[in-house]
Each structure stands twice: as structure tokens, then as C-alpha cells.
């Protein structure tokens, strides 16, 4: 699938909030400044286009709804700014977050322990 632009994602989350919506209403919850009616129209076609999102036509109208989970999007942008930037390495994105102070050792503790918790109950 191709990437979205920033204001994709922007509709995006919009779509994964209220799971079908006709443009209008993805016009309401954009914030100010507000981008012209038919520009939300043309973008919402593109991210049709790239796979992202579905629709329903009612005769000229029609409501969209998004096609990949909010879960599953994160897991894709993840892994390709992991890829991208950190040579597929997540131990390097800990290390620079924590580098960057961005991470603390309190909460670098707590993933590790989730972790743990995690891979116990799978076991089990």
C-alpha cells in the first residue's frame, strides 16, 4: 500500500472515530483552518484509490468507512519508520528514545515486565 500524506492520516483517524462518514462529516471534525469541501472530497478519493478506504454510494453521495484497522495501520507505519530509520533494529529505537530521554528507565522497567507477563500467559 502506498503511505499517506499527514493530512490522510488526519482522515483517517477521523474514519477510525466514527467507522462511516460521508465527507461532510469529516469536514466537521477537521480543525480549523478547515480545508475546502471539494480538497476533503479529493483526498478521501485518492485514499480510496490507495486501498485505505471503502465506500457506499447513494446515488451521487457517498459514505465512506476505512478498510484497514487503526491497529493494523500503526503496526505498518511502525515497522516502516523502523526500517527506514533504524536499520530494522527496534533495540535501536528504545536506545535513541532513551537517549533522547523521551523513555525513562521507570518505563522502560514496566515494557519489560508487560513483556513477561505477556509471554508467561502465553505459555501457560
Same mark, same amino acid.
Given at each position: 500500500?502506498?503511505?499517506? !500524506?499527514?493530512?490522510?492520516?488526519?482522515? /483517517?483517524?477521523?474514519?477510525?472515530?466514527?467507522?462511516? %462518514?460521508? &465527507?461532510? *462529516? $469529516?469536514?466537521?471534525?477537521?480543525?480549523?483552518?478547515? =480545508?475546502?469541501?471539494? !480538497? +476533503?472530497?479529493? /483526498?478521501?478519493?485518492? /485514499? +480510496? *484509490?490507495? @486501498?485505505?478506504? @471503502?465506500?457506499? %454510494?447513494? @446515488?451521487? !453521495?457517498?459514505?465512506?468507512? =476505512?478498510?484497514?484497522?487503526?491497529?493494523?495501520?500503526?503496526?505498518?507505519?511502525?515497522?516502516?519508520?523502523?526500517? @527506514?530509520?533504524?536499520?530494522?533494529?527496534?533495540?535501536? &529505537?528504545?536506545?535513541? /528514545? %532513551?537517549?533522547?530521554?523521551? $523513555?525513562? $528507565?521507570?518505563?522502560?522497567?514496566?515494557?519489560?515486565?508487560?513483556? #513477561?507477563? #505477556?509471554?508467561? #500467559?502465553?505459555? #501457560?
Amino acid at each position: 500500500m502506498k503511505a499517506l !500524506t499527514r493530512k490522510e492520516e488526519e482522515i /483517517m483517524q477521523i474514519l477510525w472515530e466514527l467507522e462511516k %462518514a460521508f &465527507v461532510k *462529516d $469529516i469536514l466537521e471534525r477537521i480543525p480549523e483552518p478547515k =480545508p475546502h469541501y471539494n !480538497t +476533503v472530497s479529493s /483526498m478521501v478519493r485518492f /485514499m +480510496v *484509490d490507495k @486501498g485505505y478506504i @471503502g465506500y457506499k %454510494a447513494y @446515488g451521487k !453521495t457517498h459514505e465512506y468507512f =476505512p478498510l484497514i484497522s487503526k491497529e493494523s495501520y500503526s503496526k505498518q507505519s511502525l515497522s516502516n519508520l523502523v526500517n @527506514g530509520y533504524f536499520s530494522n533494529s527496534y533495540k535501536s &529505537v528504545i536506545s535513541f /528514545m %532513551a537517549k533522547e530521554e523521551e $523513555i525513562s $528507565i521507570d518505563e522502560l522497567k514496566e515494557i519489560i515486565s508487560m513483556i #513477561e507477563n #505477556e509471554k508467561s #500467559e502465553h505459555n #501457560e
